[in-house]
T-cell receptor, first 114, second 116 residues
């Protein structure tokens, strides 16, 4: 089974801090994703990466950046955390080149910015 | 533009009864459709998908979904609900006409509650 591991389940940070969310997958997937989940809004894509050092902005990239230096690791960076970034963050991965390849999700990181 | 709608925020069903969680979509081409389930404090788990072929697809935990092209729907069903099915369910759609795998749209989610 694919395992997607997010390094923290819960994080509490202060406004203005730089925050790193880490995600590692163990199945050699090319695609990796960062979503945020808010009640009533479903999942919204922040950033997507389809290869090492390659990235695409998603629907809500403002205030975030990403890093993918190795295939298995995809980091989400909040440059200067703000209270409106309090949310559940979900990392996911999928195979390229396979029709309808499903997403495999980590267990999420619940971030609170105070 | 792609979109997906889950018209019910919550569905309540008695254990042993059939359940349906509704999903409708809008894409320009032939869609790839997915259902995911999320248990408390967990990430989403893949349940089933429709790519092509038989309109009735079967997935994990006894769930199935029916693709209806004329009604642009992909409702999730189970003949006999279990208390353990209580969770948050998400429908998702991808238009394969887009080359980027990032073009996956999720619905807002439906909370399924099964009472004993």
């Amino acid at each position: 089974d694919v395992k997607v591991t997010q390094s923290s389940r819960y994080l509490v940070k202060r406004t203005g801090e730089k925050v790193f969310l880490e995600c590692v997958q163990d199945m050699d997937h090319e695609n990796m994703f960062w979503y945020r989940q808010d009640p009533g809004l479903g999942l919204r894509l922040i950033y997507f990466s389809y290869d090492v050092k390659m990235k695409e902005k998603g629907d809500i990239p403002e205030g975030y950046s990403v890093s993918r230096e190795k295939k298995e690791r995809f980091s989400l960076i909040l440059e200067s955390a703000s209270t409106n970034q309090t949310s559940m963050y979900l990392c996911a991965s999928s195979l390229q080149g396979v029709r309808g390849s499903p997403l495999h999700f980590g267990n999420g990181t619940r971030l609170t910015v105070t | 533009a792609q979109s997906v709608a889950q018209p019910e925020d919550q569905v309540n069903v008695a254990e042993g009864n059939p359940l349906t969680v509704k999903c409708t979509y809008s894409v320009s081409g032939n869609p790839y459709l997915f259902w995911y389930v999320q248990y408390p404090n967990r990430g989403l788990q893949f349940l089933l998908k429709y790519i092509t072929g038989d309109n009735l697809v079967k997935g994990s935990y006894g769930f199935e979904a029916e693709f209806n092209k004329s009604q642009t729907s992909f409702h999730l069903k189970k003949p006999s609900a279990l208390v353990s099915d209580s969770a948050l369910y998400f429908c998702a759609v991808r238009d394969p006409g887009y080359s980027s795998a990032s073009k996956i749209i999720f619905g807002s989610g439906t909370r399924l509650s099964i009472r004993p």
